[in-house]
């Protein structure tokens, strides 16, 4: 069997597993069950250019382009939640966990669905891979989403493991803020109008020039790698004050506040 046919009938198996357990499953099954389907097949758009056969990159941009639809999704999760925040003392607690998973679905429409979708069709990663815009969506969408997600679970782990200690809102409040518009500034100040910069040399003399050293050496260059710096510097900040925020939590720790009534160990 040569290898396209291969694929097709691994593809075929994947598909036919999946829709039975559709089928056959609950509500939440098959929900994850077409998260699944839909994200492995969208994982192919890191195999366009490594000699897949055309099936390949026809089914990875298809899917990848889907993911945008789950993405959003999460989004309206995201802020359901978030409109449930004050209805209970146990949620109130809990405040600053969901805003970084609110945080999180905001870089997930943006870094993962607006950069993504932006060099996701294959005609358009022909002439941006590498450039600059690449990892305008890398660094967008993995901090953005699983570095934040990580935040919001390290706060939920937190608020288990000190569950006395009030927290010093100031300084996660500090955290939370210069962590997203660091990445923002770092986004729109450098990688956006760099790769962009890139992709009009790429298209106007060709790929090889947008990456040259005579390209990257332009005043202009120079000048979009120095605008960094702010990102960079509120970000860092962001990090600090994150650190400083957990280590308090352990070294002289601020007053005791009692766990709310009916929290319950499960809400701890
Ligand atoms: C949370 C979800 C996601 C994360 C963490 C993520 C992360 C990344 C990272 C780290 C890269 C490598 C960037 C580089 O080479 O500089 C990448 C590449 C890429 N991503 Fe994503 N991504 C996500 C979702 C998506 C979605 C939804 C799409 C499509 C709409 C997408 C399309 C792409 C494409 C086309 C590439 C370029 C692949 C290549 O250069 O070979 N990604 N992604």
């Not at 829709?19 to 097949?41: H, K, P, Y």
């Not at 600059?132 to 890398?138: V, Y």
Request: net charge positive; hydrophobic share 55%; glycine share 10%.
């Amino acid at each position: 069997m040569n290898n396209t046919r291969r694929l097709w009938v691994a593809l075929g198996a994947l598909l036919i597993v999946s829709f039975s357990v559709l089928l056959w499953s609950g509500a939440q099954i098959q929900r994850n069950a077409a998260l699944m389907t839909g994200g492995v097949l969208g994982t192919l758009h890191h195999l366009y250019f490594v000699g897949s056969p055309t099936a390949v990159v026809a089914l990875g941009a298809s899917f990848s382009a889907l993911e945008v639809v789950p993405l959003a999704y999460l989004g309206f999760e995201a802020y359901h939640t978030y409109r449930l925040g004050h209805s209970t003392p146990w949620m109130q607690r809990y405040r600053w966990p969901i805003y970084f998973f609110l945080a999180v679905s905001f870089w997930n429409l943006v870094g993962a669905g607006l950069f993504g979708f932006l060099i996701n069709p294959p005609l358009s990663l022909y002439y941006m891979q590498g450039l600059n815009l690449t990892p305008l969506h890398g660094h967008t969408a993995l901090f953005g989403v699983y570095g934040m997600l990580g935040i919001a679970l390290v706060l939920f782990c937190v608020r288990g493991l000190r569950p006395q200690e009030a927290w010093n809102e100031k300084t996660l409040r500090l955290s939370f803020w210069a962590l997203n518009i660091g990445l923002a500034l770092m986004a729109v100040l450098t990688l956006l109008p760099l790769g962009t910069l890139q992709l009009l040399a790429a298209i106007e003399h060709g790929y090889w020039y947008a990456r040259s050293a005579e390209f990257m050496q332009k005043p202009i260059v120079d000048l979009l790698v120095w605008m960094r710096v702010p990102g960079d510097v509120v970000f860092s900040i962001g990090a600090l004050a994150l650190a400083w925020f957990v280590l308090r939590l352990w070294v002289h720790p601020r007053s005791r506040q009692p766990v709310a009534s009916g929290a319950g160990a499960a809400s701890r």
